[in-house]
C-alpha cells in the first residue's frame, strides 16, 4: 500500500499563510494527472472536499486554499489562515489500490 | 442536492455481525460509485471498499472476507455488512460518492459503531 507522511499538528497564526505538506511512498501521479486530495475534517463532522486532483479547487472551497506538487511531495497551502480553518486537514491518494489517506495534520492557532 | 445518509446500529457485540445503509439522493447509482470509509475515534481514515456504478465490488484487503458491500438500485441505496467485529472494529462509518478521478466529493454524516464486550 502506497503510504502517506503528514506531521501530526502545524501551529500558526491568523492571517497568516500554513502550508501542510504530505509524502508519498510511491509517486502517485499518472499521465500528468496527480492523483491526489486534501480534505478538511472539524470534530464531529465528516471530511470536506477541499483540492482534487493535485490542485483543483473543489466547489465552493475559497481560494484562500490552494494545492501543489507532483510525484511523491504535495503541499496544501492556506493563505490567509482564517479562524473557522482551524481543524485537521488529510491527504488521500488513489493513483493504487487500495486508496489511502495520510494521518492528518491537526492546525492550531499560535 | 446531493445527499447521503448512513443508518445503522450504536451498538453491535463482540463477533457479531454490523449492518449499515447508506441513502443517497440526488444522483443515481448506476452513474457514480459509493464507497465506505471508517475512522475510529481520534484516529485517521481508512478506505473499507466500493460498489462501482456498474455493480462490481473491491474491498481492502485488511478486511480479509470480513467485509461485503451490495446496493439496491431502486431503493438509492448501498449496504455494508461485516462479520466477526472486535472492539477495534469501533469508529465512524462513512459512505462517500466517488468521482472518477478518485476524490470523494461528498460524504454522509457518518454513523458512530461501538463493539461492546
Known amino acids: 500500500d502506497i503510504v502517506l507522511t503528514q506531521s501530526p499538528a502545524l501551529a500558526v497564526s491568523l492571517e497568516q499563510r500554513a502550508t501542510i505538506s504530505c509524502k508519498t511512498s510511491q509517486n502517485v501521479d499518472n499521465y500528468g494527472i496527480s492523483y491526489m486530495h486534501w480534505y478538511q475534517q472539524k470534530p464531529g463532522q465528516q471530511p470536506k472536499l477541499l483540492i482534487y486532483e493535485g490542485s483543483n479547487l473543489a466547489s465552493g472551497i475559497p481560494a484562500r486554499f490552494s494545492g501543489s506538487g507532483s510525484g511523491t511531495d504535495f503541499t496544501l497551502t492556506i493563505d490567509p489562515v482564517e479562524a473557522d480553518d482551524i481543524a485537521t486537514y488529510y491527504c488521500?491518494?488513489?493513483?493504487?489500490?487500495?486508496?489511502?489517506f495520510g494521518a492528518g495534520t491537526k492546525l492550531e492557532l499560535k | 442536492q446531493v445527499q447521503l445518509k448512513e443508518t445503522g446500529p450504536d451498538l453491535v457485540q463482540l463477533t457479531q455481525t454490523l449492518s449499515i445503509t447508506c441513502t443517497v439522493s440526488g444522483f443515481s447509482l448506476t452513474t457514480y460509485n459509493v464507497h465506505w470509509v471508517r475512522q475510529p475515534p481520534g484516529k485517521g481514515l481508512e478506505w473499507m471498499g466500493a460498489m462501482w456504478n456498474g455493480g462490481g465490488t473491491d474491498y481492502n484487503s485488511a478486511f480479509k472476507s470480513r467485509l461485503s458491500i451490495s446496493r439496491d438500485t431502486s431503493k438509492s441505496q448501498v449496504f455494508l455488512k461485516m462479520n466477526s467485529l472486535q472492539t477495534d472494529d469501533t469508529a465512524k462509518y462513512f459512505c462517500?460518492?466517488?468521482?472518477?478521478?478518485?476524490?470523494?466529493?461528498?460524504w454522509g454524516q457518518g454513523v458512530m459503531v461501538t463493539v461492546s464486550s
Open positions: 462517500a460518492r466517488r468521482e472518477l478521478g478518485g476524490y470523494f466529493d461528498y
Open positions: 488521500q491518494q488513489s493513483k493504487d489500490y487500495p486508496d489511502t
